[in-house]
C-alpha cells in the first residue's frame, strides 16, 4: 500500500495570486515568537477597540495601529490620524522587526524601498470579517500593500478593480505575507467571516498586520 498516494503535494512557497500581488507561505514564521511580544507591547499602549463605519455600524474586526500614521474611521470618515483617538497620544512607534520584515517582503515581492509610516492591526474573532473594500486613504498609491496573517486561518478574497470583477478566493494561514501593489494596489479584497477555532499561539482568533505608506 502506498501510504502518500491519497496525499496533496503541499502549496508552493510563493504564490502569484494577480498581477503584481504575491502570497508568500509561512514567509513570517522563523520570527513569529518576536513578532508576538512586540506585538502585546503594542496592544497594551494602544488596546484593540472596535470602530465605527461613517455610516454608524460598529465593524466586527478589532483594531489599533502602531507607526507615525494609523487608519480611523468614525461618523466623519476613514482617515489616516497620527494620534489615537482613545488615548490622545501617538500611535506606539512601529517595532524594528515590524518595518523590517514589511521592507524584505516587499522587496521580495518585487517591491525595493518599501518603508511603510502605518501598520494597522487587526483583530478577528470567530465570525469577524471585513467586507471586499479597496485601500484607497493613502496619499501615493506607488507604494505597495504588505499584509502578515498571524493565528487562526482565514479566507482571504482577492478581487479586480471593479467591485463586480472576478473575486479569488486564498486560505491564509499563519505567518503567511501578503504583497500588492503596482496593477494590483486598488484591486478590492477582503476576509470571509472567520471560522471558529483555536490556535495554540494566539487563541480563538486572527490577527492581521497592514502595511503601508500613507503619508
Ligand atoms: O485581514 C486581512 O487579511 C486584510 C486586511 C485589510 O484588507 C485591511 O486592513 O485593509
Ligand atoms: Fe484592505
Not at 111 to 124: M, S
Request: charged share 20%.
Amino acid at each position: 500500500m502506498d501510504l502518500l498516494a491519497g496525499l496533496e503535494p503541499p502549496p508552493p512557497a510563493r504564490e502569484e495570486i494577480g498581477p503584481g500581488a504575491v502570497l508568500l507561505r509561512g514567509w513570517a514564521l522563523p520570527r513569529v515568537e518576536d513578532l508576538l511580544v512586540t506585538l502585546a507591547q503594542v496592544t497594551a499602549a494602544a488596546p484593540f477597540r472596535r470602530m465605527m463605519t461613517p455610516g454608524g455600524f460598529e465593524m466586527s474586526v478589532a483594531m489599533t495601529n502602531c507607526g507615525p500614521a494609523g487608519w480611523v474611521t468614525d461618523r466623519s470618515g476613514y482617515r489616516y490620524a497620527s494620534q489615537d483617538p482613545l488615548t490622545g497620544l501617538p500611535w506606539p512607534p512601529l517595532p524594528e522587526i515590524v518595518r523590517d520584515l514589511a521592507r524584505v517582503a516587499a522587496a521580495e515581492a518585487g517591491y525595493a524601498g518599501f518603508d511603510p509610516d502605518a501598520c494597522l492591526i487587526n483583530q478577528y474573532e470567530p465570525g469577524a470579517r471585513l467586507t471586499l473594500h479597496q485601500d484607497r486613504d493613502e496619499r501615493d498609491k506607488g507604494h505597495p500593500i504588505v499584509s502578515l496573517s498571524l493565528g487562526l486561518p482565514a479566507t482571504f478574497q482577492f478581487g479586480g478593480l471593479k467591485r463586480t470583477d472576478p473575486v479569488r478566493r486564498v486560505a491564509l494561514a499563519h505567518g503567511d505575507v501578503v504583497v500588492w501593489g503596482g496593477p494590483s494596489r486598488l484591486f478590492h479584497h477582503g476576509v470571509l467571516p472567520l471560522k471558529d477555532g483555536v490556535h495554540p499561539l494566539l487563541g480563538a482568533r486572527r490577527i492581521n498586520l497592514t502595511l503601508r505608506r500613507a503619508f
